[in-house]
């Protein structure tokens, strides 16, 4: 999975967020948190956690019904 387009963003974890993802059968708002989560410092800042936060949003209305 280090066939990453655009930056290195990710390469440098431990753990690829792509192979977290999957191997945990996470779906696509869920892969989403983490995967802002883990490159807000070295990519997107304050604007990637504002995402991580929205999807967490998603995840609450849609799952759980909740506003």
């Excluded at 990710?10 to 883990?38: D, F, H, Q, S």
Aim: charged share 25%; aromatic share 10%.
């Amino acid at each position: 999975m280090s066939d990453q387009v655009g930056g290195d963003h990710y390469r440098n974890k431990a753990i690829e967020p792509i192979r977290y993802i999957m191997e945990n059968g996470l779906g696509y708002c869920e892969g989403n948190v983490i995967k802002y989560v883990t490159r807000h410092k070295e990519k997107g800042g304050a604007q990637d956690i504002k995402k991580a936060i929205q999807y967490l949003h998603f995840i609450l209305q849609h799952q759980y019904g909740e506003k």
